[in-house]
């Protein structure tokens, strides 16, 4: 019985189980799944044991969910928009980085920043760069799910953590859709996959609208979310791992320098 994290336990026969059961529906269609995702579940036992986690070791069920997140990640991103209702199929094996705005980018709205103390790589989301906005919607969240599918490819365990830096931010930067969104897809697509949650530097007057977000959030994620400050921030990451303008001491970069332009090579 594999042990996974020295925390978590999944019977061998279950893995074997949601494994053949794999396999078997892609001998009827080869192309359901991207190639490397179709390696992960040949080779790697958390990749599978952490939907078998998800759903409480309920084998149809995660089969269920493994399936449908891997055609998530193959099948290419769609919206459909009507009125008031918003449907999002955002799918990611065609998401790549020439795909999206450059100027997202060149204003470091996302990006990975070093790892925190569980060495989960860090996705960090700075809100003041964010304008909501209808007709950008679309990019927007494709840009963010970029950014969390890269980290999660980074991480040995498929866990990432959220910095969502609060700082300089206003009313106008929340985007309460956004929010469902991103944890909607860690909730469907990325089992276990979310680390910590931390919210930094967040203004008083926007304490309501956490409250909003937290009605509608699955209650592990709620469990995930931390308020902190430079000193709170220091229980999850090293200050060797955060930035100068966080009280770290990494030089790496955080907010662009003047003129920066990005590269053609994402970090």
């Not at 995702?37 to 080779?43: A, G, L, P």
């Not at 989960?120 to 799910?145: A, D, G, S």
């Not at 609208?209 to 990451?237: E, T």
């Amino acid at each position: 019985m594999p042990l996974f994290k020295n925390k978590w336990e999944v019977p061998d026969e279950l893995i074997m189980q949601l494994r053949s059961r794999f396999f078997d529906e892609l001998r009827s269609d080869e192309d359901l799944y991207h190639p490397d995702d179709i390696e992960r579940v040949k080779d790697n036992d958390w990749f599978i044991g952490r939907y078998l986690l998800h759903m409480e070791k309920d084998v149809d069920k995660a089969f269920h969910m493994l399936t449908e997140s891997l055609k998530y990640r193959k099948d290419k991103k769609v919206m459909e928009y009507k009125g008031h209702v918003t449907n999002y199929y955002l799918y990611l094996a065609a998401l790549r980085k020439k795909d999206l705005p450059r100027e997202y980018f060149d204003a470091r709205a996302i990006f990975l920043y070093n790892k925190d103390k569980r060495d989960h790589p860090v996705v960090v989301v700075r809100c003041k760069t964010h304008v909501k906005k209808e007709e950008t919607r679309r990019q927007q969240l494709q840009y963010m799910l970029y950014w969390i599918e890269k980290g999660v490819r980074a991480a040995d365990w498929g866990v990432v953590s959220i910095l969502f830096d609060c700082t300089d931010s206003g009313v106008g930067n929340v985007d309460l859709e956004m929010m469902r969104q991103l944890f909607e897809a860690f909730r469907k697509y990325y089992p276990w996959g979310l680390g910590y949650f931390l919210v930094y530097n967040m203004p008083w007057y926007l304490s309501a609208v956490w409250r909003i977000i937290k009605q509608w959030i699955p209650q592990r994620h709620v469990s995930k979310i931390s308020f902190v400050d430079a000193n709170g921030l220091k229980d999850f990451m090293l200050e060797e791992q955060l930035p100068l303008c966080m009280g770290g001491t990494s030089t790496k970069m955080y907010e662009p320098k003047d003129g920066f332009k990005d590269g053609d090579e994402s970090e």
